[in-house]
């Protein structure tokens, strides 16, 4: 889908975190967070069988109608990691936790002031958690096969072509980085299982874009708050809401660990 320019740009401010410190442990979700769980794992990982009899009758479903094993299996680690950490923040047990579907088919769980969003990639997860706000996290790996440049050229603007190209070797991660921001911004925003993330031009230097696309610019936040973390050597992730916040990043293994002992 070719890029749709719109009369007015909406402002995105965005932060790169070349370094992070992971924690662990119980940590209180204050208003001024975002908590970001982040779970790395081999692709040959098992789901143990504790993690499925958490999901309920319509997950196990899902997770059943995977072609592949490994799909299946991320699936139900990530499904089941979130009910785990849910149950953490509003002490239910993961089963009796009722996620229903918003409009646009984002999850929610109704009468919380905890929002959340989902997203893995071929080797790990991350789930973000935040109060009394919609936000959007995406995650990838800088060891994922893809021709970026080609991607960049058939798909993004002049623009973000440049941007990318002027990183020289680090020109993937740059992808990585710029991608990751486009799809955090629309979950954010809950239009993006409406839009296309190539339909959103993206124009401006790297620590402040403007996204041009008269629809989304409508029903969206009025700007957005992006950070950017490169975790360890392989993964990037990014977060959007429409207010700054810190952003905490948390280990999920020991969590999960609790329920597979």
């Known amino acids: 889908m070719n890029p749709i320019a719109g009369s007015r740009g909406m402002t995105i401010h965005c932060r790169l975190h070349d370094r992070v410190e992971i924690g662990a442990g119980d940590v209180p979700l204050r208003h001024d967070q975002v908590h970001v769980w982040f779970l790395p794992f081999t692709i040959d990982a098992k789901a143990p069988d504790q993690l499925l009899e958490l999901l309920v009758f319509e997950e196990r479903g899902r997770a059943d109608r ?3 094993e490994k799909d299946r299996r991320r699936f139900i680690l990530g499904h089941a990691l979130l009910r785990i950490l849910l149950s953490g923040y509003l002490s239910v047990p993961p089963l009796e936790i009722e996620i229903r579907r918003g409009e646009h088919g984002k999850p929610f769980v109704e009468g919380s002031d905890v929002f959340f969003n989902l997203s893995d990639t071929k080797d790990a997860i991350a789930i973000g958690f935040t109060r009394d706000r919609e ?3 995406d995650v990838e790996t800088l060891t994922r096969r893809v021709d970026h ?3 960049s050229a058939h798909y993004f603007t002049p623009p973000e072509v440049n941007l990318i190209e ?3 070797n680090s020109s993937k991660r740059r ?3 710029l991608w990751t921001r486009k799809e955090a911004v ?3 925003s809950g239009v993006g299982i409406m839009e ?3 339909s959103l031009r993206v124009d401006g230097p790297i620590n402040q874009l403007t996204i041009r696309h008269e629809a989304f610019v409508r029903m969206a936040e009025v700007a957005y708050h992006v950070d950017t973390f490169a975790i360890g050597k392989e993964h990037i992730v990014s977060t959007a809401l429409g207010i700054d916040r810190e952003v905490v990043i948390l280990s999920a293994w020991e969590r999960l660990e609790q329920w597979t002992a």
């Open 66 to 68: 995977f072609v592949f």
């Open 135 to 137: 936000l959007g996290i």
């Open 196 to 198: 296309d993330l190539h």
């Open 149 to 151: 440049r080609s991607v």
């Open 186 to 188: 629309l979950k954010a």
């Open 166 to 168: 002027r990183a020289g």
């Open 175 to 177: 992808f990585l980085e």
